[in-house]
């Protein structure tokens, strides 16, 4: 299935931070308070706006977005206000 997000905003694929313990407990997204970070896979059609690009790792607001699966992989669509550093 192909997504192309409209407007400003921007389709991020999310990366996993899954964690353990030194006990082998696995700590999971949800619980942990770290960055939230991804890389952008498909961006709007307004340029003006707009300022990353495929491919670009990016920080973003934490409760940001609408989480969609596509082909089994969870995705989030931002609006680019939410996007708060590009990662180089």
Known sequence: MKVKPLADRVM???EK?????AGGI?????AQEKTQ???????GDDKDVIKVA???KVMYDKYAGTQVKIDGVEHLIL??????????
């Not at 931070?17 to 313990?21: I, L, R, Y």
């Not at 696995?26 to 949800?30: A, H, M, N, R």
């Not at 970070?37 to 961006?43: L, N």
């Not at 609006?79 to 180089?88: L, N, R």
């Open 12 to 14: 991020v694929k999310l």
């Open 17 to 21: 931070n899954e964690a353990k313990t």
């Open 26 to 30: 696995i700590i999971p997204d949800t």
């Open 37 to 43: 970070t991804g890389t952008v896979v498909e961006v």
């Open 54 to 56: 495929p491919g670009q």
């Open 79 to 88: 609006k680019m206000s939410d996007i708060i550093a590009a990662i180089e």
